[in-house]
């Protein structure tokens, strides 16, 4: 019974988190190509879905979310992007 209920208690608190991959397929027979998201990497991704002799599969972007993807829940969108501001060149005329 300690057990059950250490063990209900650590996953109260415990944490999931998972990460979403951008992926692009392209076919070069057609020259189209079609982006995805997926929590599965590129070598994952072609081990599941058979892709075609003609297609190839890059990774584009990925970031890490906080959470669970079960039950088909919606992947969570990428985070904002910071873009550090230009750095000027300052010479120090002493």
């Known amino acids: 019974?300690?057990?059950?209920?250490?063990?209900?208690?650590f996953t109260q608190f415990s944490r999931a988190e998972y990460r979403v991959f951008v992926l692009k397929i392209e076919n070069s027979?057609?020259?189209?190509?079609?982006t995805i998201k997926s929590t599965l990497d590129p070598e994952q991704y072609k081990?599941?879905?058979l892709l075609k002799p003609t297609e190839t599969i890059?990774?584009?972007?990925?970031?890490?979310?906080?959470?669970s993807?079960?039950?088909f829940m919606p992947?969570?969108?990428?985070?904002?992007?910071?873009e550090k501001p230009p750095?000027?060149?300052?010479?120090n005329k002493s």
């Open 1 to 9: 019974m300690k057990l059950f209920f250490l063990i209900f208690i």
């Open 29 to 34: 027979q057609t020259q189209t190509a079609k």
């Open 47 to 49: 081990s599941i879905y």
């Open 58 to 67: 890059s990774y584009v972007d990925t970031w890490r979310c906080m959470g």
């Open 69 to 71: 993807a079960r039950d």
């Open 75 to 82: 992947l969570c969108n990428a985070p904002p992007k910071i």
């Open 87 to 91: 750095q000027q060149n300052v010479q």
